[in-house]
């Protein structure tokens, strides 16, 4: 489902990252602001280890507002007072593997200098699935209470945890001035689930009060018991807190006057002599394969642990270690969370849907009799594609085992039901929206519909393509109006877009329009009258043909009716027109077979040709000014580190440079990367512009931004 960074072009990794900005900070929000996911902790892990990828490969590219920067959840809305941190709380960086952990017990050592026989010890514990807080203690009497916010500002939950008999309101003397414990606040499984029941019984009963219909749906359920006791804690009215049974637990500290030890152990030790709960399974060992050993034990027990666990965590035991190593982004160097595996369940896969694609391709979403996996209710997965049924041997009614991991739609792992003699799901070899012949190409897993544009379902996401950003980039038509246009029968085809003019008052009749906001739709659409041919051609949506193809395409032919014909040759037998086009770098015979299907259908000639009865395309030519290397001569050289020199030289052919080997008084740019030697020198000695590796990022972003294509 997802692309190896490797892949992927600066552009759709800076849109990737926008789009990953964006949809973590919802669930950001949604999980520590209103205590109510939508997504599984799992989904939302795979959306942020994704954008650390990103990040990764992409160092120029991380954004202002990047999640990997970012603790929690900013409380400006929440309607508790708001709690400065004296020493920040932050979150945890995780591992889901045991390679993960050797390598960051690795770093730890590398970082400290620290020689493979001198001994290093850790802590580990189980990781609960509370929220953390801070309770700061003066002269032994508790005088705060907060939570963790965004890192920095937290809540005052104060009078809140006067109503948890695990935090104690005064510590026993000869404590240190100035003490903040940090914990978690939590709730136990069966406290959780007769929350949830009393829930639903208040709600049956205030409707019948009211002599009003009851609709369990309508029942506002914690999702799970991190978020009830989020959500219990949390409350503006501390007598609702009350009556919620919350827990407490002890694992670190903040802000403090005195230190109580030289390790963590010394301090967790501390606490319990004070009075706090610590985890009944903290312990220290001396090597990471004692923290291993400790994770399998802790992943043993957790089934039958009264509250949920998510991981365990592992903690530098040496509290001088933990000052040098100090801090990363919003984590500490000195610390890892374990995590366990996604979690599993069974359900009844009720029935195989078969949806269809913009590229007609069939996929089969399986829906399932709701089962909660995890925290989270799911209702749907993916079953891939045909051979993936076979090899499930899935059939509705069948019992399965699911699994949300790291893909963001969960899986079925298991077939319960398997048996060898039934008939197996007949897989369709029609188009369940248009009935065309569906079939899969040679060496193809995936089934496809031959309808083309006269299916429905590739029609209307085809349009959804047409006036995407990386297409024409038609401001205005969302998935929702476009179906909307569609159904009304206003948008048979793409060329219908440029003929909306005529339906001005039509539009203005729908819910929802004014004057301002169809002109504004109506102005986007005659804006692209003259569209650039290649953005026009990937608009298309043909098989193989994406941006960078379209426009390799178009910088050889630089007319869509000459890459139309030659096309059609091919698709006719003529080698010569095939050889054409496969003499471009890049294009290869599977675009050629794409090209050549797509304009033998009849009706997709059509269609074609309606758009080109609304539309003019100029003639293309490579866009000078925009690319500000366009024309110019550069050289590699050094060792590159996001890129090989092959993708480097590619993007400089792309913007219209030309890669050289060797630095000579033609050469305009060297980009150089460490270990640059005799090009470097001589570059500068003829005082020819250098840059490195970021620098040359930077100019092929921004190319790529303002060249129009
Ligand atoms: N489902 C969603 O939509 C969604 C959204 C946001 C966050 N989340 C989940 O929240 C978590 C991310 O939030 P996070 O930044 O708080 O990271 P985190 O919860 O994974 O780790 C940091 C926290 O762990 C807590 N913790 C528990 N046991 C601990 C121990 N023994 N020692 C030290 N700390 C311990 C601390 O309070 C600390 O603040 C992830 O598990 C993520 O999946 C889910
Ligand atoms: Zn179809």
Redesign the pocket.
């Known amino acids: 489902m997802m692309t190896d960074t490797a892949n992927l072009t600066e552009a759709e990794a800076a849109n990737e990252l926008m789009r990953l900005a964006k949809a973590?900070a919802k669930?950001?929000r949604?999980?520590?602001a209103e205590d109510s996911?939508?997504?599984?902790?799992?989904?939302?892990?795979a959306l942020?280890r994704r954008n650390a990828e990103l990040e990764e490969a992409f160092p120029h590219l991380v954004r202002e507002d990047s999640p990997s920067k970012k603790?929690?959840?900013a409380v400006a809305a929440s309607p508790l007072s708001k709690v400065t941190h004296e020493v920040r709380?932050?979150?945890?960086d995780?591992a889901f593997s045991a390679e993960e952990v050797e390598e960051w017990a690795a770093r730890v050592r590398r970082y400290l200098a620290l020689p493979e026989d001198d001994p290093l010890a850790f802590t580990a514990?189980?990781?609960?699935?509370?929220?953390?807080?801070s309770l700061r203690y003066e002269d032994g009497v508790l005088v705060r209470a907060a939570t963790?916010g965004d890192g920095q500002v937290g809540e005052d939950v104060t009078p809140n945890v006067g109503h948890i008999a695990d935090i104690p309101q005064q510590l026993p003397k000869g404590v240190p001035a100035v003490f903040e414990v940090?914990?978690?606040v939590y709730m136990e499984r069966a406290a959780f689930a007769d929350l949830n029941a009393r829930l639903m019984e208040d709600a049956r009963a205030a409707a019948e009060d009211k002599g009003e219909d009851f609709d369990p749906a309508k029942v506002r359920q914690f999702a799970n018991p991190?978020n009830a006791a989020a959500g219990s804690l949390r409350q503006k009215d501390a007598s609702v807190t009350a009556k919620r049974p919350l827990r407490f637990?002890a694992?670190?500290w903040g802000a403090v006057s005195d230190v109580p030890g030289e390790t963590q152990e010394d301090v967790v030790e501390a606490l319990r002599r004070w009075g706090f709960p610590i985890?009944p399974l903290?312990t220290r060992v001396e090597s990471v394969e004692g923290l291993l050993a400790q994770y399998d034990r802790i992943g043993k027990a957790r089934p039958d642990l009264p509250y949920e666990?998510?991981?365990v965590?592992y903690?530098v035991d040496r509290l001088d270690y933990q000052q040098r190593l100090g801090f990363v982004a919003?984590?500490p160097r000195w610390?890892l969370?374990h995590?366990f595996p996604a979690e599993r369940a069974e359900t009844v896969l009720e029935a195989i849907d078969i949806q269809v694609g913009r590229t007609g391709k069939l996929t089969p979403v399986g829906r399932l009799a709701p089962v909660l996996v995890g925290g989270?209710t799911v209702t749907n997965v993916t079953l891939h594609n045909r051979d993936e049924i076979a090899r499930l041997g899935v059939r509705p009614g069948d019992r399965v085992v699911i699994q949300r991991a790291g893909d963001v739609i969960p899986q079925v792992v298991e077939n319960l039901t398997r048996e060898e003699t039934r008939e197996p799901f007949h897989f369709p070899d029609h188009c369940p929206r248009c009935g065309s012949e569906a079939v899969a190409e040679e060496g193809e897993v995936d089934v496809r519909c031959t309808g083309g544009l006269i299916c429905p379902a590739q029609r209307t996401q085809r349009l959804e393509h047409f006036v995407s950003r990386k297409a024409l980039d038609i401001d205005g038509f969302g998935t929702k109006t476009i179906a909307q246009f569609f159904e009304l029968g206003w948008l048979e085809s793409p060329a219908d877009i440029f003929r909306l003019k005529q339906r001005r008052s039509d539009i203005l009749a729908l819910e929802g329009w004014q004057d301002k906001s169809v002109d504004n739709l109506l102005a986007a659409v005659e804006n692209r009258r003259e569209p650039d041919a290649a953005r026009l051609l990937f608009g298309l949506g043909i098989r193989h043909v994406g941006e960078v193809t379209a426009r390799d395409l178009l910088k050889n032919f630089h007319e869509l009716r000459v890459i139309r014909d030659l096309a059609q040759r091919a698709r006719a037998g003529d080698e010569e027109a095939a050889g054409e086009l496969t003499a471009i770098d890049g294009i290869g015979p599977s675009v050629v077979e794409a090209l050549g299907d797509f304009f033998h259908e009849p009706h997709n000639v059509a269609v074609w040709e309606d758009i080109l009865s609304q539309v003019s395309p100029p003639r293309y030519e490579v866009e000078t000014l925009d690319s500000p290397v366009a024309g110019k001569t550069v050289v590699f050289t050094g060792k590159l580190e996001t890129m090989s020199r092959d993708e480097a030289k590619a993007q400089a052919e792309r913007l219209g440079a030309k890669a050289a080997g060797s630095v000579s008084a033609k050469t305009d740019l060297l980009v150089a990367g460490p270990g640059a030697g005799s090009k470097l020198k001589k570059a500068e000695e003829l005082g020819i512009e250098v840059v490195d590796e970021a620098g040359w990022a930077v100019i092929v972003a921004r190319a790529d931004a303002g060249a129009g294509v």
Do not use: Q, T
């Open positions: 973590i669930h950001d949604l999980y520590h996911p939508e997504i599984s902790d799992a989904e939302y892990d942020v603790v929690g959840h709380m932050m979150s945890l995780n514990e189980d990781k609960i699935d509370g929220l953390s807080c963790r940090r914990g978690e991190r637990w694992h670190g985890s903290f666990i998510d991981g965590v903690k919003k984590a610390a969370a995590k989270v």
